[in-house]
């Protein structure tokens, strides 16, 4: 069984900052894109930033220039600092790992984490 673990959420207020981190575990042998993702109440779970295993990333636009999206690929973790968080950045954020191949072989399509909350105050 493959895993994902979110951390670092929390209540900040606006133009602060928080760093997110996710680990994947389950005896992993490759990953091929990671990603964040968010869900704010009420609203459809969007695409925040992603990054391949070669380090292509990709933003939304709301969130470009403020938050950065990274990747240790040996620890199986992708990070999002986010900057100059806005009240609209208020969301639960989950973590997503597409593409998981195990070293038993076996294949995951799309793994996601159990969300952190990010609550962003004015």
């Known amino acids: 069984q493959v895993q994902l673990v979110e951390s670092g959420g929390g209540l900040v207020q606006a133009g602060g900052s928080l760093r997110l981190s996710c680990a994947a575990s389950?005896?992993?042998?490759?990953?091929?894109?990671m990603g964040w993702y968010r869900q704010a109440l009420g609203m459809q779970r969007e695409l925040v930033a992603t990054?391949?295993?070669?380090?292509?990333?990709d933003y939304a636009d709301s969130v470009k220039g403020r938050f950065t999206i990274s990747r240790d690929n040996a620890k199986n973790r992708v990070y999002l600092q986010m900057n100059s968080l806005k009240p609209e950045d208020t969301a639960v954020y989950y973590c997503?790992?597409?593409?998981?191949?195990?070293?038993?072989?076996?294949?995951?399509?799309?793994?996601w984490g159990q969300g952190t909350q990010v609550t962003v105050s004015s």
């Open positions: 389950g005896s992993i042998f490759s990953i091929n894109a």
């Open positions: 990054i391949t295993s070669g380090g292509s990333t």
């Open positions: 997503n790992a597409d593409k998981v191949v195990q070293t038993t072989g076996r294949y995951w399509g799309d793994i």
